[in-house]
């Protein structure tokens, strides 16, 4: 693990201090020689936010260590001794789902659903933009398979950013909070991110599901705006904004198996 890979790895609610880079490295490098993480694809990071230490299981199956800045290996070591019965077991549950997402092919008939609904891919020559929905068909100007997926996942976040925009405003009233932004791009390995500065990100793929599941992701990551940890405040604030909220959440853990990430054949 490099040092810009811990860096970049910009979570849900983490600010980094300057010196956070040499910190983690450091961290990083005596925690490795504990082995307490063999057999984990692991990274750490320090939070200023915060005070205990936090394991999340990313949905690539790999392990985010969080630390409160200035935290050494005393406080660390026991914390994942102890928790590395449930590491395993969720790492090996996300391992099992992460070979789901489909592998697509940049071919007419392909299916690019959205909002829930299938939408077949026609390839054709000569198509002044590159991507336009028409009697609901995709139309993609023929390119090379990689330029096609690009311009397919362009198309996703630009038209899922107008589908949004409606939606942000009514929703954030509920939760009694203003987002400073809301956007549609690429978190990485989470459906949704939400920073302290009021920052919101869906991530594009999201919206081949149904419109309840992303209103789920959308009133999600509002609420972490008000609330950024799982803590039981969490869920009962997402509770009275969205009752039976549990019915999304398992929907989503089911139907985000089968959405497709980019993954493309044939380039
Ligand atoms: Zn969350």
New binding site residues.
Partial sequence: MTSEEILKSDG?HGLERPTAREIVDTLAATLSDTGVLDGFTWRLRTSARRRTVGVTIERDATVTVTVPAGSGLGQLVPVLRAKRPWMIRRTAERAQRLGEHPVKQIVTGENFPYLGRSQRLLVRDGQAIPVRRRGGRLCLRAMPAWDGARAIIDWYTRTATAWLDPRISPWAGRVGISPAQVRVSDPGRRWGTAKPDGEVTLHWALFQLRPVLVDYVLV?ELV?LAEPR?GPQFWDRLDRTLPGYEERRDRLAEDGRYVWLGDIQGQ
């Fill in positions: 849900c999600h972490h799982h």
